[in-house]
T-cell receptor, first 114, second 115 residues
Framework: DTGVSQDPRHKITKRGQNVTFRCDPI?????LYWYRQTLGQGPEFLTY????????KSRLLSDRFSAERPKGSFSTLEIQRTEQGDSAMYLC????????????FGQGTRLTVV | GDSVTQMEGPVTLSEEAFLTINCTYT??????LFWYVQYPGEGLQLLLK?????DKGSNKGFEATYRKETTSFHLEKGSVQVSDSAVYFC??????????????FGKGTKLSVIP
């Protein structure tokens, strides 16, 4: 399968713990995006990378959130000192810069903070 | 800022019924418009798109026309099937040159089709 892959699919953590999610985009895609989706809502943009550069960040991305894409391939999203309000589905997507710029989404990581 | 409003669900239809899911948007310039679909247990998939006014996107029997005058992008299908049961999201992308590539989504409309 050459689609966008996210790991883990589910994560349960205690409030105050740190968590890290991984996204592997489609191999030739330069752009990588992170979104968050809560129950009954559409996905909300968090941040995006073009290659290894983080070019845009939403105001939703508080200081406790950090994302990296060190070699322009896979990306990680870390949440420090998790809060119950962080419980959501975290979606990753990737796209090309030129040509067909459709964003392809992974299946997401569901985070539950207890 | 940009926003997308789509009709609230859930929507329940009988097989072969006509489907309309309304979507309107607020944005500057000429954004690109999309419909994404999320089948149970799966990720978001692009269903169709339109990049300029009066364009019609179509796929799998679904259609939507980009109406600049009414800032709308309503999704339609003439005859729904049980396999169309899913959550549908309307979304927009700022125009090229705006310097932003984020998608802005509506809240989603859950469609259930019964035999």
């Amino acid at each position: 399968d050459t689609g966008v892959s996210q790991d883990p699919r589910h994560k349960i953590t205690k409030r105050g713990q740190n968590v890290t999610f991984r996204c592997d985009p489609i191999s030739e895609h330069n752009r990588l995006y992170w979104y968050r989706q809560t129950l009954g809502q559409g996905p909300e943009f968090l941040t995006y990378f073009q290659n290894e550069a983080q070019l845009e960040k939403s105001r939703l991305l508080s200081d406790r959130f950090s994302a990296e894409r060190p070699k322009g391939s896979f990306s990680t999203l870390e949440i420090q000192r998790t809060e119950q309000g962080d419980s959501a589905m975290y979606l990753c997507a990737s796209s090309l810069v030129l040509g067909n710029t459709e964003a392809f989404f992974g299946q997401g990581t569901r985070l539950t903070v207890v | 800022g940009d926003s997308v409003t789509q009709m609230e669900g859930p929507v329940t239809l009988s097989e072969e019924a006509f489907l309309t899911i309304n979507c309107t948007y607020t944005a500057t310039g000429y954004p690109s418009l999309f419909w994404y679909v999320q089948y149970p247990g799966e990720g978001l998939q692009l269903l169709l798109k339109a990049t300029k006014a009066d364009d019609k996107g179509s796929n799998k029997g679904f259609e939507a026309t980009y109406r600049k005058e009414t800032t709308s992008f309503h999704l339609e299908k003439g005859s729904v099937q049980v396999s169309d049961s899913a959550v549908y999201f309307c979304a927009l992308n700022p125009p090229r040159g705006a310097g932003s590539y984020q998608l802005t989504f509506g809240k989603g409309t859950k469609l259930s089709v019964i035999p």
